[in-house]
């Protein structure tokens, strides 16, 4: 089965500071996305259980070491990459990711199985993968938490709320998975070393045969806050039994517990 | 086994100097570093002395991103309730900069891009288990179940020695060697930092300080100024601490400085953004153990190369020094291929002929100065105790200002004690 993995890189979050308010991103580094791992060690193991190749196609942005984070994927076992990298494809909105990477995947020469996060680590938006499905017209699930090969199709179970709905996509299709699907396993330095050498292609936006004025925002962001916390500053005193008694009595009455 | 041609056991300053000697003449190497970046699991106090290592990579030194070149420094000295500080503002300093402050998070990474830009590899989150020994001879590294080869392993894997000392290439690391040092970046707008410590505008300033803050225990007491936060931190001897019986935890002090009203008003405001701690080698020369071998070299912390002169301290240059001259080495070796310790020799003989040596040497006394009683504990009390005699105006008449001064040096700095160490001090 030829699987398409679309990674994004991503500014490791717990080294992102809060400064006024504004995440301050001087010398953080980026990683590959949390789930994006968990989406590229699903495709893995599909393929070796059925075989096939694994791809990580991802778009290059400003300032973000795009590189590394697809060694990363290469390591992981990732058969070969694709860089979307052009400088007029820098800071790119949603909608246009969608339509880059939807060109790219059309360009490869086989494309099954559509594997993607539920979300990145960093906006979190969640739109790019039913846009790209949308774009190439095939099936897409989301909230997978098993994905599996079957004859010509791929059975996923998706974690509602609730309850879990087994479902089967005929082939192509676009699956986004949530973190409880699996472990991402952590390369080994054999498998560091030879990333390497597999083969990564760099294309442009001609390439693939994007105009680049198709790609012109359609949202703008105006800004970027953290929310604002204001602790509640409530300090127990007196005996340690009637401090936990006072602070259980106050965590029912914010309604944290005892619902 | 795989095998690439130079391996580098960490990925700090001196390991990725090395690298970067290494890859920039064309040699296979590949950095292993155990932090999830370069710079992840490094401590500074905070400052990078640069005149030494200028001639070493001069295209990096232009770039590199450090935070102020230090323009001010100054030394305060903590007696009881009462400090002298010693500031010299001096236009030489900073014109050329002869230091600079230094984020390490920041500095590691950006040398790792440029070990990168070279063709080296770098990969961090990569803990090396073990050194590979056969028949004597250092021949590659263990990290998890991967058994990598190399021609000549570069081991500046940092203080702790965790994998040269197993491998028997030094010394396992003992308290009488080190200290423990405590830091908080402590988060400024640079503006607030400038006015101060009386900075010109991306000017910045270094002050060390001796006495209460260790509580009279062998250390002291650092701040420097970044772009946009300060290092402030403690370092205090190991054996001292745990010599000295006390209640209080070494951390502890760091918490109780800072509430002192001399250091306070210093930090008002300011956000704690980092706290870290690490070992430091304070050992002097009479504890760097044999530099290099059949099949390696030892480079930064892990050699012990680092020197606490009182009102200097460094480390940081040592390390790229020390990388720099296991890089020329190795390529030496490379093109004699010999890897054995009499191919790799021409490294200690290279450090021996440059400063870090030579330094190391000149303070071989410094160890065993700082060990004196007094002079954490009775000199800086004496020296703020004189000044507030010279500047005391009492009820009654005041005698003369020399008569003041005498009767100051007479009761603390002229007596048996003292003069024994400045018996010893003549040799610094």
Redesign the interface.
Known sequence: MDIVVCVKTNPDPQMVRIRNREPVLEAVPYKLGDLDKNALEAAIQVRDAVGGKVVAVTVAETNRKIKETVKEALAMGADEAVIVDDPAAMTLDQAAVATVIAAAVKKLPACDLLLFGEGSSDNYTGQVPSRVAEKLGVPQVGYARKVEAAEGAVRCERSMDEMIETLELPLPAAVTVVSEINEPRIPSLMHIMKAGSKPTQVWTLADIGVDAAALAPKQEVVSNLAEEQDRKHVLFEGAAAEQAAAFVDALVKEGVVGR | M?K?ECIVVGGGLAGLSAAYGLAGAGAEV?V?ERG??SG?KNVTGGRLYVSPIRGFYPELWEEAPFERPVARELITMMGDGAHTTFELASDRLAHPPQSYTV?R??LD?WLAEKVGEKGG?V????KVDELLRKEGRIVGIR????E?GADVVVVAEGVLRLLAEPAGLAARPVDRDHALGYKEVI?LPAGVIEDRWNLNPGEGAAQLFLGSVTQGMLGGGFLYTNKESISLGVVVGMQAMKADGREIKSHELLDRWKELPQIKPLVAGG?V?EYSAHAIPEGGIAKVPRLYGDGYVLAGDAAGLSLNALVTVRGMDFAIASGYYAAQAILRARQAGDFSAAGLASYEVALRDSFVLKDLETARIYPQFMELPRLFTHYPTAVSRLFEDVFTIGPGPTPSLMKKAWKGIRRDFLNLGTLQDAWLARKL
């Open positions: 795989e690439v590949m292993l999830d970046y992840a984020v998070a920041r990474q590899m990969v961090p989150g990569m990290a998890g179940a991967d990598i988060e956000t953004a």
